[in-house]
């Protein structure tokens, strides 16, 4: 009797064993965990997981879900503890100016054609070299990845060296080199501005952060040729096309003088539009517009705290969303028009910019401005297959939100919280294609001190060009 029980328990010792040996064999391995947080994926049944993991190797996700059955299926060598945390999408910043960092609260409270005219374009071409981008851009990196952006769409001059900085941080860059008809800091010939363009798309082609792209300024700084020129080369290279359209009732009164139709209308008739182009602001659009900005899959980037500042008018968000329109969330900005770059901001101001022009509190929902900033953002990117939600198969962009703050507490609703009650300060970690650019609110990519002590340098230096104290 003694004798078999000993027996069946060095049997059931041996399976156990056993058991533990197969579940470690059977295990895949991956390179890093994010486990024990509520995650909210945004993927297309928009599924929460309320104790979550996802699993990255390289710069992929491959696996989402329970916690439970993601720690049963894999190991890895790195593991964030995501308890009391959100775990999200990294956010899409759809539409800024990172080197005009430098150039912040240079002057407010002024009209957009003073604003241009009497500050920036002299400010521009007084201080503007490759060195200023790059020091403007370190300093951008910095800040947006504080506020949970792990991608942008910028629109600047020497956008080579933007893209430069943007990789060297580990962020993910749509990066747009200006067009514009007039002599610009890096380009001072359409020839130049072209050649400058095409050897920038040709370099990064391929990178797996940094897409490069034309960026004609508009249909009122660039001639039908530029804007042709630019559509032209970024097919070529199968690059994006970003644009400013329709951003000012100027913009629209103008083109239906000159071109007898709107901004809109006069880009479709000269073959510009297509389901390559992300357009910042779209304001003043009809719904004859919406319609064939629906139909040329055209993205939209809507930057609600720049349609204020400016008071250029409101982009007609929830028509454009109901037409079946891509449309992502910006800053623009960071001079002028907005002064940061924190996304989250955008997130809150959408709903209540859209509420208050409505007179309506149901105009558009939390939900819908957190899909603005994540999952729609990456639509009107044209970069839905590659991020945007947290998917088997997507590049591993994602933040860690902490709940342990007296603003986060209490969470009735998921959506509500980071809409309304959550802020930039909130997130904790940032990881962009499977690397941690921040841990514990720490940078891990950027010298961030280095590129505040160089701002401060950079303001004197500006502010006397400008003969200002
Ligand atoms: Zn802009």
Known sequence: MKNKKRSWLLLSAFQLLFAVFLSAQTKQKADLIVTGGMVVTMDGPRSIYDDGAVAVTGDTIIAVGPRAEIEARYTASQTIDAKNKLVLPGFINGHTHVPMTLFRGIHDDVTLNDWLYKYIFPAEAKNVTEEFVRWGTRL????????????????????????????????????????????????????????????????????????????????????????????????????????????????????????????????????????????????????????????????????????????????PVPEMRAAGIAVGLGTDGPAGSNNDLDLMEEIDLAAKLAKI????????????????????????????????????GKKADLILISLDEPNAVPMYEVYAAIAYSLKASDIENVIIGGKVVMRDRKLLTVNEQEAIAKAREYKKKVAASLGMQ
């Open 140 to 315: 951008a990196v910095a800040e947006q990845i504080r506020s949970g952006v792990t991608t942008f769409a910028d629109m600047y001059y020497f956008e080579d060296a933007v893209a430069e900085e943007t990789k060297a941080a580990g962020m993910r860059g749509v990066l747009g080199e200006t067009f514009i008809d007039f002599p610009a800091p890096d380009n001072k010939t359409n020839a130049a501005m072209l050649a400058y363009t095409e050897k920038f798309l040709q370099k990064w082609q391929g990178d797996p952060l940094i897409h490069a792209a034309p960026a004609p300024h508009s249909i009122y700084t660039c001639s039908q040729k530029t804007l042709q020129d630019a559509a032209a080369l970024a097919r070529k290279y199968h690059a994006p096309i970003l644009i400013h359209v329709a951003e000012m009732k100027k913009e629209l009164d103008d083109s239906k003088k000159q071109n007898g139709m709107s901004p809109v209308q006069y880009l479709e008739k000269i073959g510009v539009l297509g389901p390559d182009v992300i357009a910042a602001h779209c304001i003043f659009v009809d719904e004859a517009d919406r319609k064939t900005l629906a139909q040329r899959q055209v993205g939209c980037v809507h930057n609600p705290s720049s349609n204020m500042m400016i008071a250029s008018g409101v982009s």
């Open 357 to 392: 022009t409505k007179m309506d509190p149901l105009a558009i929902n939390a939900k819908a401005v957190v899909e603005m900033a994540t999952i729609d953002g990456a639509r009107a990117l044209h970069m839905e297959k590659e991020i945007g939600s947290l998917e088997k």
